[in-house]
């Protein structure tokens, strides 16, 4: 199956400073989503980006499906970043066994201080 | 708030136990997922339905059932739990379930087995 690799797999930064999470994938994807795990376990959407550049707020994310990965851009980061972030993608469906199956890396644990 | 809603929030039980985890999709919503994320395996797909109908499954152990009923919710049924069962288990839904459609995650329910 395909096989989705983060990093880096830990990143502790200071309140206002800049951050980029990779997401690698070793097939091509119909379906990549970001997610936000915070400390109380919530999975939030963060987006949706098979292909192209999307913005929302001081997060925007950039997936280059030909070269098979995506970028995570935080801005000005602030305590409340602290948590996991998860990328997931679903490659084209084979057979029918996978259909709407997101596969996930294993995460990038961010730690903001003030 | 995704929509999705699932009960309980926490479950604490003995092994050999037997438990029922229920999941609301968004409203509109054909399509549920069941994940679980435990702390060995990250998060990991066990199973897909769409509109009552089993769509994919994924490494479900043959303990666990689940099911889609008529009104569109479902319920994962946990059975003889043991210890590595503990986990979050995490419900999905999106309105089409298919392999491009975004997936929205629910709270979770956070299972402790003793």
Redesign the interface.
């Known amino acids: 199956g395909i096989q989705v690799e983060q990093s880096p797999p830990d990143l502790i930064l200071q309140e206002g400073a800049n951050s980029t999470l990779r997401c690698n994938f070793s097939d091509s994807v119909n379906n990549l989503q970001w997610f936000h795990q915070n400390p109380w376990g919530q999975l939030i959407n963060l987006f949706y980006i098979p292909s192209g550049t999307k913005q929302n707020g001081r997060l925007s994310a950039t997936t280059v499906a030909t070269e098979r990965y995506s970028l995570l851009y935080i801005s000005s980061s602030q305590t409340t970043d602290s948590g996991v972030y998860f990328c997931a993608v679903i490659a084209p469906n084979a057979g029918g066994t996978s259909y709407g199956k997101l596969t996930f890396g294993q995460g990038t644990i961010l730690t903001v201080h003030p | 708030d ?1 929509g999705v809603t699932q009960t309980p929030k926490h479950l604490i039980t003995a092994t050999g136990q037997r438990v029922t985890l229920r999941c609301s999709p968004r409203s509109g919503d054909l ?1 549920v ?1 069941w ?1 679980q994320q435990s702390l060995d395996q ?4 066990l199973i ?1 339905y ?1 509109n009552g109908e089993e ?4 490494n479900i152990l043959e303990r666990f059932s689940a099911q889609q009923f008529p009104d569109l919710h479902s319920e994962l049924n946990l059975s003889s739990l043991e210890l590595g069962d503990s986990a ?1 288990y ?1 419900c ?1 839904s999106n309105q089409a ?9 629910g ?2 329910t ?1 299972l402790t087995v003793l």
């Open positions: 995704s399509s997922y994940y990250g998060l990991q797909f897909q769409y769509r994919a499954k994924g979050l995490f999905a379930g298919g392999t491009y459609n975004e997936q929205f995650f709270p979770g956070r």
